[in-house]
């Protein structure tokens, strides 16, 4: 089993003759891409299908490049031939989204374009994303400023979202005598010994004071930059620029929040009773939201989190099983902190191959493991994309979410069964904790990204700025639940989330996806296996649809608070089991 990740699908190194083949041959095959849509053709069907075709070979070049220069870089930040390789990739990518837009006018432009997809079966299979392009028309940048505004999102946006991952990958933390990286303190979180916890957290609040201000810069800038983007394709704002681009309406959010906001007095019992387990007087610190509790303290060898989750999921799907062992097998996952390295966990599909990269920052803890299964939960979503078109995988961020959640909610309910009081105790709290940060967590993140695009209209918030109102939106949610001179103001500066140019409020799809996991999980609970290959079809058409007509297609209405309530009660009947259990071992 190796626990470095494998690229050589991509590209045997830097060095590989056709890696330098495919990045000098890009701009000809773009340049060719855009001749394809701009040449005359009578028969809309034949040439709807020929440029697909074409932007279908384009988006696999694409992929295989910055599959490997981004993955290269995300473990090794300062890589000095990746790092050079990203200059002409990325003035590519805006050549390609310029053709690509092109082609989105050039679709709008088809007359009958309904009853041309309708009497083609090709076209038919991917009429979703086809009428969509004709929809999208109408938000795209102006054409006389499209280029250079997305050239000089380069030397914008783009620029500072990885100014600000190498600041996060380079950080070294000073930690009881020596220099860590900062992913493998944050990792100490989890850590037993309630000293390291504290420790770690106060050394990496006193670690973001060296990059606290390029990192301000980075930020707004990004978001200043989003709020021009969204005023020059025609929107309100960033919001709603985001919501159009997820495929969700204003309403299915707001009832959404109004579930969690009506639950959060109860949730943050959680928060006060896990104080009381670990002996605090009152509310919980931050730097011991992830301590584990209970009398299970085990920690998890990578093989022994492999052998764990192939023995939950090969139950539940065997093909999740399959590809899980393939997963670890074949080097899909790189494990294990180290300097140069992203923190946190993502996973990056390669369509082409039907393989995934899994990044992740294992320490042994129960979180690390369901984590695992969290981005593994992602990588089969990406397999079942493989059974439709490539041009209708693009799923919006909501639904991205779900298959990583549901893996998480499964987890945690297959390990409860059977268990004593202590270790329900202990399972429990970890699957409570990533409920926390998907419910709590995430709407204070939330409000916090309002409020600096917000202020981006006349200012650009000071560190200082930006770390108050980071805790007046832990105010907001966590309220009495944590403890007020125990918090965390630089969560600004932790969460790359934050820092995408293309995924702007890129916290609301955790809490979609918890929820909406959680629904699908019920369903599971009492139709058993017959709902296994419904749930796959599922995955596979999160692509073919409106947020709202994907869910209702297996029975869930996301459009009014009625289903939130369900899900969001699901939560707080594990509270309220928890809470038992502390009283009990009190």
């Known amino acids: 089993m190796r626990d470095t990740w494998d690229l050589s699908i991509f590209y045997t190194g830097f060095d590989d003759p056709a890696f330098a083949r495919d990045l000098a041959a890009l701009p000809q095959e773009i340049a060719a891409y855009r001749a394809a849509i701009d040449a005359p053709q009578e028969d809309a069907a034949i040439r709807l299908r020929t440029l697909l075709a074409e932007r279908d070979a384009l988006e696999a070049r694409f992929e295989r490049l910055s599959s490997f ?21 990325m003035a590519a990518a805006v050549a390609y989204a310029q053709a690509d837009n ?4 050039a679709v709008a432009a088809i007359p009958n374009l309904d009853a041309v997809l309708e009497g083609d079966g090709a076209l038919r299979d991917c009429a979703f994303a086809i009428a969509e392009r004709a929809e999208n028309a109408a938000h795209l940048l102006p054409q006389e400023v499209e280029g250079p505004v997305l050239r000089m999102q380069l030397s914008g946006g783009e620029a500072f979202s990885q100014l600000r991952d190498k600041l996060d990958a380079t950080l070294l933390v000073d930690y009881r005598g020596e220099r860590l990286p900062l992913s493998a303190v944050r990792a100490k979180a989890n850590d037993p010994d309630a000293a390291v916890r504290r420790e770690a957290y106060e050394a990496e609040l006193a670690a973001y004071k060296k990059i606290d201000l390029p990192m301000s810069y980075c930020l707004n800038s990004i978001k200043a930059e989003a709020r021009t983007v969204a005023e020059l394709r025609g929107f309100s704002g960033v919001l709603e620029m985001t919501l159009a681009d997820s495929r969700m309406d204003a309403g299915t959010l707001e009832a959404m929040w109004a579930a ?9 019992v959680y928060f ?23 009398e299970s303290h085990r920690t998890y060898t990578l093989e022994q989190a492999r052998d764990l989750l192939l023995r939950v999921f090969g139950d539940f799907c065997p093909p999740m099983r399959e590809m899980m062992d393939e997963a670890f097998q074949n080097g899909w996952i790189d494990a294990y902190p180290r300097a140069g390295k992203s923190g946190g966990a993502f996973c990056a599909g390669a369509y082409q191959f039907d393989q995934s990269r899994i990044l992740a920052n294992f320490a042994g803890s129960m979180e690390d493991v369901s984590t695992l299964a969290h981005e593994l939960g992602h990588a089969f979503n990406n397999r079942m994309l493989r059974r439709v ?15 990583s959640t549901f893996n998480e909610v499964l987890l945690s309910a297959e390990l409860r069964r059977g268990a004593s009081a202590q270790e329900e105790l202990h399972l429990l709290d970890a699957g409570l904790t990533e ?3 998907t419910m709590v967590d995430i709407y204070s993140r939330f409000l916090f990204e309002q409020k600096v695009v917000e202020a981006q209209a006349d200012h650009a918030p000071s560190v200082g700025e930006l770390c108050e109102t980071m805790l007046w939106a832990q105010e907001q949610t966590y309220g009495d639940g944590l403890a007020p001179d125990a918090r965390h103001p630089y969560m600004w ?5 934050y820092y995408s140019t293309g995924a702007h409020f890129y916290n609301f799809p955790y809490a979609f996806g918890n929820l909406f996991a959680r629904g699908l999980y019920a369903r599971y609970a009492r139709e058993g296996k017959a709902f296994v290959p419904i749930y796959c079809d599922l995955l596979s058409r999160f692509g073919s649809g409106r947020i709202a007509d994907v869910t209702a297609s297996v029975g869930i209405d996301v459009t009014t608070p009625a289903f939130w309530r369900e899900a969001v009660e699901s939560v707080l009947t594990e509270v309220r089991r928890f809470e038992q259990l502390v009283e009990e071992r009190k």
């Open 389 to 403: 078109p490539r041009a209708m995988t693009e799923t919006p961020m909501p639904l991205a979410e779900t298959a």
């Open 493 to 497: 500066a932790c969460k790359s989330h």
């Open 69 to 89: 220069v981004q993955l290269t870089l995300a473990c090794d930040a300062t890589n000095e031939a990746a790092n050079a390789a990203m200059t002409p990739l």
């Open 102 to 105: 092109a082609l989105t006018r």
């Open 435 to 437: 409920c926390m940060q």
């Open 272 to 294: 006060k009773a896990k104080a009381k387990l670990l002996g605090h007087d009152g509310a919980l610190p931050f730097y011991d939201l992830f301590a584990p509790v209970g």
């Open 260 to 268: 969690i906001r009506e639950a959060l007095p109860e949730l943050r």
